[in-house]
């Protein structure tokens, strides 16, 4: 059985969230596509599992 990528994991997910907005102050719609691709990557990186990665692309599509 595959795990709902959607469960909320997070122990604050709200302190995560305002840490992403934060991040995104002061960004020009270019510059925060371009910080949200960079943080894509890096978490692509840090998950590090080609299986994992295509379960989270076709849950993304999902709506």
């Known amino acids: 059985m595959t ?12 302190a995560f969230y ?7 102050e002061d960004l020009s719609k270019a510059e925060s596509d ?3 691709a960079r943080l894509i990557l890096l ?3 840090h998950i590090a ?3 994992v990665l295509r379960e ?4 993304a599509k999902r709506k």
């Not at 795990?3 to 709200?14: F, G, H, M, Y």
């Open 3 to 14: 795990p709902d990528l959607t469960a909320p994991k997070l122990e604050t997910p709200d």
């Open 18 to 24: 305002a840490d992403l907005l934060a991040a995104h």
């Open 34 to 36: 371009a910080y949200n």
């Open 43 to 45: 978490m692509a990186n």
């Open 49 to 51: 599992d080609a299986n």
């Open 56 to 59: 989270l692309l076709d849950a």
